[in-house]
């Protein structure tokens, strides 16, 4: 206004002007809204259209040719910001000139012109109907008319004549006034009308059982209107004021308002039942302004067609409690740090065209409901802390609901919200869509979730946490990473079009739908560290490819297999093994049926070729074939393996060899082929494991899966040799990409990996959980080099003295200085790594074999004992003659002064009543005693021989060889019992306990 080029003439009409003829105006004016922000000096002038009922403008001439009134108003607004609004001077003068007239009528159209007869260039630009979204100006009238006025002469009864000034009661053509300061005030318990209500200070309506009252123009409330019953409602357009010192009070009935609620600084809205309908907005004033006041909600149904503004920080003292139900067809915009909130429900409709929003006006303070419910079909939602600006968070205090529509966790600047906190359950119905904006960095917290499998959860930030939860539809559409860390399903479809997902060490996905990766390997990464490699389960098609890394610490040998269907040779594969001929690392595949240099079963180098000098590599002609395993080592450096291709989700199989005289007949190196952990082992599953699912083509005795397990430390169970497990082990899992051996039955059979023994586990090779019903112990041997090796015997119900494929598993060794095994009580000849007994009702006794490379001392030592209440356990020397009990005293000490394989020396005891022996002796020409911290020994029978002396832990404290003349020997030892054992040269052997003081 007014200058577009030219000068012009703005016509504004406005219809359904509900003022009575001849009507007293008191205030009048004209609310715009910016389109452009304007400046400079400009003076308008304001005229009305001098007719009854001014007709729609239908020329380009008709405003400028119209006739104008008598009164005009001059008006110089102020610079004006795009997108606030403004208010015109007072035009109440020309408002009273056309109402005045005698062919004026309550409901007539009424038109304003504005001009600039000046030549300026200076406009203001102001928003119009015809604008999408655009919000149109609007006419704002105060005015006084023939009134009735409540006396309460008589009674409380609205509908009696004589309670009226006038004696009549009111229609809807007469304002009333209800007055402060009287006795008797009026409640409305039948059918009636009038055209504006006025309650003055002090004075008070009720509407109660049985009422209908409806106003045609507004309600402007600066006393009291208490609704118990009944309905009030206005008619089209009007709205209801709440005043400066004004209380509504809604504890039953209806209150129908066509437009606004408009609440002012220091009233009182205290809505503990009922019902109230808005048809517009809930605010302070024409300028959209937040609502003022007091405000107490505690109970009933509110529904707010429009805007909600609740985010005054000023002039506005709120709590919501109870179990209210506020519905919100559009903006929701509440001002946390002004509000005390313990209850109700908060309800978004987006039933007006555009987004909806829930926001706080306060900077550094939540945006904060107790229950929030999205249910708007088609409609998008932002969940930011503020509208524009600054930006905190949401925090629901109960729970978080998505029925219909989409929400997003951003503001309408496009800023992301910096929290959400859900003190309930987030809940997303069939259909729902809920995009996900909050970083890493910030906070997200939520106590449970339930996602319907048709509903879409999208991560649409940059750096993000994905928690755990089950998710209908999950989608990743924005650049950044999003991690994964817990156990996470998604119900329906994955699709990544932007970004990354990376499922960390610890993370565990199932995909029960359909996956589209549509950004390219690098869009989806399982990661894999020092703690282990995530897992995901692909149940529907995969579309698109998939990394999945291998972490490799380094000089350590690795097994390893392809977990997806990667294409290329060794060469083309990006493996980072260096030149053939030229590297320390080694990369090997091993191939039982192979023969080389006379040799059956052999480790063929891929990498360097059969010379080892690289000029016959097989890099360039081999690649990862399915389930087959292969040997690696990164000598110098650790390193994170990374392959892709398209995951595996059918059931994969490799043929098995075993040939006569081969190195190990039946060895067969075999690996995980999927992208997830399989269960190894009933424990891990009962039914859908890889040792049930594969029993019948494994050797009876080796029914089991070999680990390769090469660590620094040497401690249990960080063995340099296989990790043995079967059925008797705990719950084991298997990482993607590990590789395995495994004894074939018999030659050319048929290894399956199927897809239902993709189990997500734990991340580390074995030791996943304890089993509860299985009484286990665990020996195991150190050598002088501080290698470990161990064996299990496991007490299971049905199990027998002899061979029980899938619960004995016989031991694979490869490590030539130490080698632990037991055999079986009904012995077949081979020495088992687990074996398995019925559950100890007597005693029974399990020989120890032991392959020793080095000589010096050795240590027996207990790893593990589970379930073992009343069980007794004890080792015996058959060599020293000493019998220890294990569950007391759980380490033994002993020697090896050549090297060699022991199969006799040793004996486990369960539920034998052997002990140390005491002092007896073979007779009476050999004795020993203790006196004075001095070990005497007197031998009649030789005079000469070797004696030992060990503590009451087995462990060897003097070996020294006595004679006629040497024969007493200092104990520099703590006070104590002490074993003394003789043998002397005639080879009579005595024993006995001694205490040293």
Not at 217 to 228: A, E, M, S, V, W
Not at 519 to 526: E, K, M, W, Y
Not at 603 to 612: P, S
Request: charged share 20%; proline share 2%.
């Amino acid at each position: 206004m007014c200058y577009d080029g030219h000068q012009q003439y703005v016509g504004l009409r406005f219809q359904n002007v509900l003022v009575p003829q001849g009507a007293t105006i008191n205030e009048a004016y004209v609310v715009f809204k910016a389109d452009e922000s304007n400046s400079g000096s400009v003076t308008l002038t304001i005229a009305g259209y001098d007719t009854d009922d001014a007709p729609e403008w239908n020329s380009d001439y008709c405003v400028s040719s119209a006739t104008k009134t008598s009164a005009t108003e001059s008006w110089t607004p102020v610079a004006w910001t795009a997108g606030t609004s403004y208010n015109s001077d007072t035009i109440s003068e020309i408002i009273e000139e056309i109402v005045g007239r005698t062919g004026w009528d309550s409901g007539n159209a009424l038109s304003l012109i504005i001009y600039d007869q000046s030549s300026g260039t200076t406009k203001r630009v102001a928003e119009s109907r015809n604008k999408s979204n655009g919000v149109p100006a609007r006419l704002v009238i105060s005015y006084t008319a023939e009134s009735c006025v409540w006396a309460g002469t008589t009674s409380t009864a609205w509908n009696t004549a004589s309670n009226w000034e006038d004696s009549n009661t009111p229609d809807d053509n007469e304002d009333v006034v209800i007055p402060g300061s009287l006795t008797n005030y009026p409640t409305v318990t039948t059918t009636e009308k009038c055209n504006l209500l006025t309650i003055k200070s002090g004075g008070q309506l009720t509407i109660g059982s049985g009422a209908d009252l409806t106003t045609y123009q507004d309600i402007d409330i600066f006393g009291t209107l208490k609704i118990d019953a009944g309905t009030i409602s206005t008619n089209t357009g009007m709205e209801i004021f709440v005043m400066d010192g004004g209380t509504f009070d809604l504890n039953g009935g209806t209150v129908d308002i066509d437009d606004e609620f408009r609440t002012k600084a220091g009233c009182t809205v205290d809505i503990s039942g009922g019902t109230l309908n808005i048809g517009d907005d809930w605010e302070r004033d024409y300028n959209n302004g937040s609502a003022y006041g007091t405000i107490s909600i505690s109970g009933g149904t509110i529904t707010v067609a429009d805007d909600c503004k609740f985010s005054s920080s000023t002039n506005l003292t709120g709590t919501m409690s109870g179990s209210f139900t506020l519905t919100v067809g559009d903006d929701m915009k509440i001002s946390s740090g002004r509000w005390s909130i313990t209850g109700g429900t908060i309800i978004l409709t987006g039933s007006k065209d555009g987004s909806a929003l829930f926001y706080s006006y306060d900077d550094a303070v939540d945006a904060t409901a107790y229950n929030l419910t999205v249910n708007g079909s088609g409609k998008t939602f932002y969940m930011a802390s503020t509208y524009e600006s600054q930006n905190e968070g949401v925090h629901i205090l109960n729970d978080f609901k998505i029925t219909a529509g989409t929400v997003e966790t951003k503001n309408a600047a496009g800023q992301h919200t910096d929290k959400l906190d859900v003190d309930g359950k987030f809940t997303m119905e069939s259909g729902a869509h809920f995009k996900d904006a909050i970083e890493s960095t910030d906070t997200y917290s939520v106590e449970d979730f339930d996602f319907d499998a048709n509903s879409t959860y999208e991560y649409y930030g940059t750096t993000q946490d994905i928690p755990e939860a089950t998710f209908g539809h999950l989608t990743i559409s924005a650049s950044g990473t999003k991690s994964l860390a817990d156990s996470t399903v998604v119900a329906g479809n994955l699709s990544i079009s932007n970004g990354v997902l990376s499922v960390t060490g610890s993370g565990k996905l199932s995909v029960t739908g359909t996956t589209n990766n549509s950004v390219g390997a690098s869009g989806f990464v399982i990661k894999s560290g020092s703690s282990g490699t995530g897992s995901v389960i692909f149940d529907g098609a995969v579309t698109g490819n998939v990394t999945v890394e291998r972490f490799l610490t380094h000089d350590r040998w690795h097994y390893i297999a392809g977990q997806t269907n990667i294409s290329g040779n060794f060469s083309t594969l990006n493996m980072g093994l260096g030149t053939p001929g030229s590297t320390t690392n080694q990369f090997y595949r091993w191939e039982e049926d192979y023969q080389y240099s006379g040799n059956t079963g052999v480790w063929v180098d891929i990498l360097n070729g059969e010379d080892g000098t690289g000029t016959n590599t097989l890099m360039d002609d081999e690649g990862f074939d399915v389930c087959k395993g292969y040997a690696i080592n990164y000598v110098t450096t650790d390193k994170t393996l990374s392959l892709y291709g398209v995951p595996y989700t059918a059931d994969q199989s490799i043929t098995l060899t075993k040939t006569t005289n081969s190195s190990f007949e039946g060895l067969n190196l075999v690996g995980n082929p999927f992208t997830s952990t399989l269960a190894a082992n009933t424990s891990a599953d009962a039914t859908d494991n890889f040792l049930s699912e594969n029993s019948t083509v494994l050797d009876a005795s080796h029914v089991a899966v070999y680990l390769w397990n090469e660590q620094s430390g040497w401690t249990y169970p960080d063995n340099d040799d296989y990790v043995t497990v079967n059925n008797a082990s705990d719950a084991t899992f298997i990482q993607p990409g590990q590789a395995f051996m495994v004894v074939a039955k018999n030659d050319a059979v048929s290894l399956s990996f199927a897809e239902e023994i993709r189990k997500h586990g734990s991340a580390s090779f074995y030791k996943a959980h304890e089993n509860g019903d299985i009484a286990r112990f665990e020996l195991g041997v150190k050598n002088p080099d501080g290698q470990t090796n161990s064996v299990l015997i496991a007490f299971i119900p049905d199990m027998t003295p002899g061979l029980d494929p899938g619960y004995d598993a016989g031991k694979i060794s490869a490590n030539a200085n130490l080698s632990l095994y037991t055999r079986l009580v009904d012995d077949n000849g081979t020495g088992f790594a687990i074996q398995s007994l019925p559950p100890v009702n007597e005693s029974v006794s399990v020989k120890v074999g032991l392959k020793a490379g080095i000589t010096g001392i050795y240590h027996f030592e207990t790893v593990n004992i589970e379930n073992f209440e009343g069980i007794t356990v004890k080792l015996e020397d058959k060599l020293t003659g000493l019998t220890i009990d294990l569950a007391d005293v759980p380490e033994y000490t002993f020697s090896i002064n050549q090297p060699g394989e022991f199969v006799n020396r040793f004996v486990l005891h369960f539920n034998e009543t052997l002990g140390v022996d005491e002092d007896l002796l073979a007779n009476d020409k050999i004795g020993f005693y203790c006196y004075n911290k001095k070990l005497h020994i007197t031998d009649r029978e030789s005079g000469s021989g070797t004696f030992q002396l060990f503590n009451l832990t087995g462990q060897l404290m003097m070996e020294k060889r006595y004679s006629a003349d040497v024969n007493t020997f200092d104990m520099n030892f703590a006070q104590g019992f002490y074993i003394v054992k003789i043998f002397n040269d005639n080879k009579t052997v005595v024993s006995g306990k001694i205490y040293n003081r």
